[in-house]
């Protein structure tokens, strides 16, 4: 009832107010970790890309316009930054390459934070090309329009439902053999 | 992706054959995610799923992975460093402002242009004038040109009335003091004249005496020469 606003939060922080930043900051944490979860199957890395997006968001916080939700602000700065991050650890491979299946990949450290039932579909997501992946996330974990996803990843709209289509082709054959 | 050929005919959907058309798959497939199909996009939605396989298992694996997004379990975010991402830099202290240099060349430059330009800023009974290259109105240098000789002629004035006075003191000293070299002049020469003129009567007084003496002295020899002459004798001879 008496919880600040995004933009009073995001306001106090630009006076350096640090209890705001923190605030805003877990507000929004879940998400994001969990965004990284999906997007790279890894705790660790998925701690790593969510505090690479939030310093980017706390850099970049004074261009914030109130243009828009701060949600899809943000999030577009995690799929530019989840961007790097494959590029990163991946330099040879291209966003819409498939990624060579790792085999039970999962640390230990990995299956203590990620429930049972989540496993399967982060490890699923862990076999679509990052470009489908960025889509689905958004798609079915941000509920984001098309329209939405496109601006958030500079594509077009037809290109994320193009891309959509195109993953749903490779989760059908994938959750057809886990749950066969 | 392969186009989906409408196999849909008959009377009740002949009327959508033009939009069945115009819609492929993926775009039909979009709609439908979103939530904007129409009545007659509905209908032939329902179709392919009917008649195309392919396009129905994608239906169907859209609304499982949803079913299993839905029931994602969102666990606590483990225990990271949030701090780090507060990376306000201090407060910068006034003379570590960024703009102080910017401010200083700008000042420099003014500065350079108020000289080049001979910037001059004046003000008078409330008017600030700013001026360049130092030039002044014709009215503003006749008044203190005016101003100027006017102080020269009340200076000047001052020192001639201060050397006129000077000179007639001094030339009243000079004649006092030649009045009374003159006056004591004259009575030493005057004393002097007296005295020689003492001296001389007094040397004539002497050898007139002297002459006395010796007619007097030769007289007396005579006498005492000739004593015939004394009783008996003409005393005339």
Redesign the interface.
Known sequence: MFEKTDEQLIAKALH?N?QA??NL??RY??QI??YGMRMTGK?EDA?DL??EV??S???NLSTYRNEGSFKSWMFRIAHFRCIEFYRRKKPMQGLDDTPEVECDAMSAADRI?T?Q??K??ISAMQQLPLAQKAV?EL???GQF??DEIAEQTGIS??TA??R???A??K??TL?EVDYA | MPKHKSQLGGSGLGNYRLDKSELNNEQLFGLWVEGQLNEQQRHEFEQRCLEDQAFAKKVETFNLFSMHSEHYQSHEVPSWDRDSTFNMPDNVKWWQWQGLPTLSFATSILAIVMVLTGLQVRTHEGAMTISFAGKQSQQEIDQLVNDRLSEFQEVQQLALANYTQTMQQQQMDTSTQLTQYLLGASRKERREDFAELIKYVNEQRGDDQLFYVRQLNKLQQDIYAQPELTGSGNINE
């Open positions: 350096g640090k930043w923190l900051l877990k944490e879940k970790y969990h705790n701690l969510m505090q939030f310093i968001v706390f850099r934070h429930h039932e989540n399967q579909l689905v798609k079915f974990f329009t098309f709209a037809n439902k193009s959509l289509y195109g749903l082709e989760l059908k959750m």
